[in-house]
């Protein structure tokens, strides 16, 4: 079992910056893809950044050039840094977790992600 616990969540005004989070602890595995997910009040969770064991990242359309993930293995913490914020991006934010390689078209998909944290809100006023 992985437990995820996420942090970093706040108030900023746009064009703020704020950098998440996500602390695993529990089982290893030597092939993986962690994720960020966010949800809107009466959206769906979406995916937002993907990063896998080989450093492999992807990003929607709508935060590329302003979030960066990035995985430190040896701290076993994910990142997501957020920059140039907007209001559109206020969310619950949320890590995930797979043990394994997730291939073209599952890696921002939530179906695909077996551990989840309790989310941290994000919140961007204009």
């Known amino acids: 079992h992985v437990h995820l616990v996420e942090s970093g969540g706040g108030s900023v005004q746009s064009g703020g910056s704020l950098r998440l989070s996500c602390v695993a602890t529990?089982?290893?595995?030597?092939?993986?893809?962690l994720a960020w997910f966010r949800q809107a009040p009466g959206e769906e969770r979406a995916g937002v950044a993907h990063?896998?064991?080989?450093?492999?990242?992807k990003y929607i359309d709508s935060v590329k050039g302003r979030f960066t993930i990035s995985y430190d293995s040896a701290k076993n913490t994910l990142y997501l840094e957020m920059t140039s914020l907007k209001p559109e991006d206020t969310a619950m934010y949320y890590c995930?977790?797979?043990?394994?390689?997730?291939?073209?078209?599952?890696?921002?998909?939530?179906?695909?992600?077996?551990?989840w944290g309790q989310g941290t809100q994000v919140t961007v006023s204009s």
């Open positions: 990063i896998d064991h080989a450093g492999t990242t």
């Open positions: 529990g089982r290893t595995y030597n092939s993986y893809s």
């Open positions: 995930a977790k797979v043990g394994y390689y997730l291939g073209v078209g599952r890696k921002l998909n939530p179906k695909d992600y077996t551990y």
